[in-house]
């Protein structure tokens, strides 16, 4: 059952931020907010994670609703390399499984 | 660090050859995921392991398909008899659990891609 609602495909021009919605209605309290990306033929990669305070790292910014019924990751200055498949995934903490379930993601094409 | 290493990067087979994809994840990570990907059906689990032990393969799609982790460092994905709809990229993917914490950041690997003729 998918956990997690994206749009299809954003386009977003070369330098400016991306800003990528995920809504999660049904989260639970001891769900994390998993962000993934997958570049053309490769394997997905990991950008980031949360749970209730929004967070940051080298690659993006994750922005947590207070009521954590949805989510926006931020790319903040998109770049060509960005355009790839997001998944915004929900999973409960590692001690109590590692099922990673990905839906279809949304699209991100960024434009020169 | 290697990352997760997948071979063959890519086979071709004939309907009804059995097919194995093998994988060797990252050191010290307890736990090991296959996925699939298709058009069609996007990147579906699979199974996965923790510490060599298969804890969930609901998404194997068939008796035809197997799975084995014999030691921390090596997993094969065996399909028998291969049929063209098992055409698809597998992924293998490796995660490491701390001790109270939430690391849950899985490696994959490049991927397998396996056309069935």
């Known amino acids: 059952d998918a956990k997690t609602t994206q749009p299809t495909s954003m386009d977003c021009a070369e330098g400016r931020a991306a800003n990528l919605p995920c809504n999660h209605s049904?989260?639970?309290?001891?769900?994390?907010v998993y962000w993934y990306r997958q570049i053309h033929s490769q394997g997905p990669q990991y950008i980031i994670h949360?749970?209730?305070n929004n967070e940051t790292n080298e690659m993006a910014s994750l922005i947590i609703t207070e009521d954590r019924k949805s989510s926006t990751l931020i790319l903040p200055h998109a770049t060509l390399r960005d355009t790839a498949v997001y998944y915004c995934?929900?999973?409960?903490?590692?001690?109590?499984?590692?099922?990673?379930?990905f839906g279809p993601g949304t699209r991100l094409s960024v434009l020169p | 660090d290697a990352g997760v290493i997948q071979s063959p990067r890519h086979e071709v087979t004939e309907m009804g050859q059995e097919v194995t994809l093998r994988c060797k994840p990252i050191?010290?990570?307890?736990?090991l995921f296959w996925y699939r990907q298709t058009m069609m059906r996007g990147l579906e689990l699979l199974i996965y392991?923790?510490?060599?032990?298969?804890?969930?393969d609901s998404g194997m799609p068939e008796d035809r398909f197997s799975a084995k982790m014999p030691n921390a460092s090596f997993s094969t994905l065996k399909i028998q008899p291969s049929e063209p709809r098992d055409s698809a990229v597998y992924f293998c993917?490796?995660?490491?659990?701390?001790?109270?914490?939430?690391?849950?950041?899985?490696?994959f690997g490049e991927g397998s891609r396996l056309t069935v003729l």
């Open positions: 050191s010290g990570h307890d736990y």
């Open positions: 392991f923790n510490n060599n032990v298969p804890i969930d």
């Open positions: 995934i929900v999973r409960v903490a590692p001690r109590y499984g590692q099922n990673f379930v």
């Open positions: 949360g749970l209730k």
């Open positions: 993917a490796s995660s490491l659990t701390t001790s109270g914490g939430d690391t849950g950041e899985l490696f």
């Open positions: 049904t989260i639970s309290g001891n769900e994390y």
